[in-house]
């Protein structure tokens, strides 16, 4: 695990024992001021780490007892905000407070090159993600807006679609579910925001989550993509089920006394009275639960997953 500190040092601790961590050797050092984001590779073997000092740091940790600094890149002209690996290769993409996000090729990490410098953000540049198969890319900025970038030719990105527009504050982090149908974003406002991409050129709203009082300031999912966890300014890391089925059941379980007939036509007029919650046993302990005059089929819920926390 790497953590950035207000003092311009990066610390590795080593997570092997979960419960006996391990800092590995002296903190990294290069920066005079708040380090605001770190990021490893896919493979682990570097490290960035960008922030108030507007530029980012790249570390060779191919011994992780030893790290060497190969890289200086100095392209931001204001604070460095939000930093992200391809997942595939080692293109490295920085945003930054003047309103950029650059995109680094640190394929030979010792000569990175600039692949492209986007300015298409009206504000500053927060926090960027790749898309599980690194063919796109997800910006967000302070006017509350996520871009996305088609990189299917890295060296010329292009837009696609329109900005995912809704939140009401700056959006502090972004995660593409590891299987590239949901994005979620981290909302100074305390909500996260989760939306279905599907592919579509205008993703639908899948969610919006709340348990907090305080900014929200970042995500990130679980490897089976079902989870997601929350962490805001109020210390607390939340984790949400964002099975639908699965929330059905738990809000059913919750509920209290049924509508009746007379309340349901005093309400809903002019529809078919339909219980909600009442469910019907099916084959392999499933149901079918009407919901807004939709019978969606429900499973039993798994067991939460014991492990996937990212670093």
Known sequence: MAQG???????????????????????????????????????????????????????????????????????????VLGLAFSPQGRVLAAASADNRVR??????????????ELEVLDSEAYAVSFSPDGRMLAAAASDAEVVRFDLADPDDPQRFGAPLAGPTGRIFGLDHSPDGRLLAAAVVDDTTWVWDLDGREQPERLAVLGASSRPSSAVAFAPESR????????????????????????????????????????????????????????????????????????????????????S
Do not use: K
């Open 5 to 79: 500190t207000l003092s311009g040092e990066v610390v590795l601790t080593d997570l092997g024992e979960a419960l006996a961590p391990v800092a590995l050797g002296e903190p990294l050092t290069g920066g005079q001021a708040l380090v605001d984001d770190v990021v490893l590779s896919a493979d682990g073997l570097l490290l960035a780490a960008g922030g108030a000092d507007t530029d980012v740091r790249v570390w060779d940790l191919t011994d992780p007892a030893i790290p060497v600094q190969v890289a200086l890149l100095d392209d931001p002209d204001e604070m």
């Open 103 to 116: 995109l680094f090729d640190l394929d030979d990490p010792a000569r990175p090159v600039t692949l492209a």
């Open 227 to 310: 989870w997601l966890v929350a962490a805001g300014a109020d210390g607390q890391v939340r984790r949400f089920d964002l099975d639908v089925e699965t929330a059905l059941v738990a809000l059913c379980a919750a509920a209290g006394d049924p509508i009746t007939e007379d309340q349901w036509e005093r309400h809903v007029p002019g529809r078919e009275f339909r219980a909600p919650c009442e469910v019907v046993a099916a084959d392999r302990g499933a149901g079918r639960v009407p919901t807004d005059g939709l019978a969606v089929h429900l499973r039993r819920p798994e067991a939460p997953p014991t492990g996937g926390n990212r």
